[in-house]
């Protein structure tokens, strides 16, 4: 099992110019997830996905896109790179049975990671 | 959302256990309490998570106070792969939310040869 995979795995990147971060995911989950880590400081929850075709906010969507066709791919989209961009980007996917269920409570899983660097 | 408190940093010798606090004194009934760490920058790894009561696997045990205010991973024989920074997570189980983990800056374990 390759779990959760990311690529590139580095990028450089130019102000204002775009690109595309992948992340797919073997293992069926529904949910996926996009975080940014900056240095010394914890995860923030970027945008989110419970299913293909559906997708919502989290803390920190400004300046990201997001699509979710099938169940395995979640790419994030970075349009006009910004030097606040800078980050390390991690994609992680769980299994929800949905429903407000008390039974949920999958762990999630998390990919290596892109360290994105915005020049 | 319940919040998380963490010690900055800690050192344990090889071979000994590693203690590692987590304070969460305004968790709600329907939170879970999870353990992940990140290793040298890599992506974060799910330990163990628990509700109420003391859970153990292959990588940890986890020990919850009877009022779900504290509670505490153990790793029983630190060696050196365990040198990573230790996030504490709380987060509602079912619902809207199951999908938000707030991750706070965590506990950087060194673990001493």
């Known amino acids: 099992n390759a779990g959760v995979t990311q690529t590139p795995k580095f990028r450089i990147l130019k102000i204002g110019q775009s690109m595309t971060l992948q992340c797919t995911q073997d293992?069926?989950?529904?949910?996926m997830y996009w975080y940014r880590q900056d240095p010394g400081m914890g995860l923030k929850l970027i945008y989110y996905s419970v299913g293909a075709g559906i997708t919502d906010k989290g803390e920190v969507p400004n300046g990201y896109n997001v699509s979710r066709s099938t169940t395995e791919d979640f790419p994030l989209r970075l349009e006009l790179a910004a030097p606040s961009q800078t980050s390390v980007y991690f994609c992680a996917s769980s299994y929800s049975i949905g429903g407000g269920s008390w039974k949920d409570n999958q762990p999630q899983h998390f990919g290596d990671g892109t360290r994105l660097s915005i020049l | 959302d319940a919040k998380t408190t963490q010690p900055t940093s800690m050192d344990c010798a090889e071979g000994r256990a590693a203690n590692l606090p987590c304070n969460h004194s305004?968790?709600?009934?329907?939170?879970?309490v999870y353990w992940y760490r990140q290793i040298h920058s890599q992506g974060p790894q799910y330990i163990i998570h628990g509700l109420k009561n003391n859970e153990t696997n292959e990588m940890a045990s986890l020990i919850i106070t009877e009022d779900r205010k504290s509670s505490t991973l153990i790793l029983p024989h630190a060696t050196l792969r365990d040198t990573a920074v230790y996030y504490c997570i709380v987060r509602p189980r079912g619902g809207s939310g199951t999908y938000k983990y707030i991750f706070g800056t965590g506990t950087r374990l060194k673990v001493l040869a």
């Open positions: 293992m069926n989950h529904n949910y």
């Open positions: 305004t968790i709600s009934g329907n939170e879970y």
